[in-house]
């Protein structure tokens, strides 16, 4: 089954500086990423996600870069704020609407001011 | 997007006895719906995969006769922690994708699960 890695655990920044958390997954049939970020007591959030298809996406402040050949995904934020801090969750799944998410085990991202 | 529930968003039991959770897809019928278990400070681990009219499939490790799924309808499966005991004390989470959009999964608020 699919098992993915993520690094760091967790990561300090100052604001206004760039964070980049990646990952790593195994199985070479997952073909889709998404990114979650997640509040004490409270579901994950989806704050970007992508497909194999593309190599990379960009929502304002938040970037996913894919590279299928090394099975690798990150996330960049730039121009991290304080409310930017939570913890974040890579995954990875199979396109298939009957195929679980699988997460990486988290990154603690802590920007202060 | 979609919306799914879960209920209760909380509950404390004693040890010894079996709580129910349920999800609920409520603007949409998922044949299929996944149930994680976190515990503090880490990181979602799929439980199992509820699948609406037969048996649910469980990861490897999960106690299917402990942990009972149900999926009786295209818009809710239950999950009965049954004999809990306070190891069983997790924050419970449903997901299912929406098949008008069967890329993204869409998640339940969560259940604290507590016991005495």
């Known amino acids: 089954g699919e098992n993915v890695e993520q690094h760091p655990s967790t990561l300090s920044v100052q604001e206004g500086d760039s964070a980049v958390i990646k990952c790593t997954y195994s199985d070479s049939a997952s073909n889709y990423f998404p990114w979650y970020k997640q509040e004490l007591g409270k579901r994950p959030q989806l704050i970007i996600d992508i497909r194999s298809n593309v190599g990379e996406k960009k929502d304002q402040r938040i970037a996913v870069t894919l590279n299928k050949t090394a099975k690798h995904f990150s996330l960049h934020i730039t121009e991290t704020q304080p409310e930017d801090s939570a913890v974040y969750f890579c995954?990875?799944?199979?396109?298939?609407?009957?195929?679980?998410?699988?997460f990486g085990k988290g990154t603690t991202l802590s920007v202060s001011s | 997007g979609a919306v799914v529930s879960q209920h209760p968003s909380w509950v404390i039991c004693k040890s010894g006895t079996s709580v129910k959770i349920e999800c609920r897809s409520l603007?949409?019928?998922?044949?299929?719906m996944f149930w994680y278990r976190q515990f503090p400070k880490q990181s979602l681990m799929l439980m199992a995969t509820?699948?609406?009219?037969?048996?649910?499939?469980?990861e490897q490790g999960v106690e299917k006769d402990k942990f009972l799924i149900n999926h009786a309808s295209l818009t809710l499966s239950t999950l009965t922690v049954t004999s809990a005991h306070p190891e069983d004390s997790s924050f419970y989470i449903c997901?299912?994708?929406?098949?008008?959009?069967?890329?993204?999964?869409?998640f339940g608020p969560g259940t604290r699960l507590t016991v005495l």
């Open positions: 995954a990875a799944s199979r396109h298939q609407a009957g195929t679980a998410l699988i």
């Open positions: 603007d949409f019928q998922a044949t299929t």
């Open positions: 997901s299912a994708r929406d098949p008008r959009n069967r890329v993204e999964q869409f």
């Open positions: 509820s699948n609406e009219g037969s048996k649910a499939t469980y």
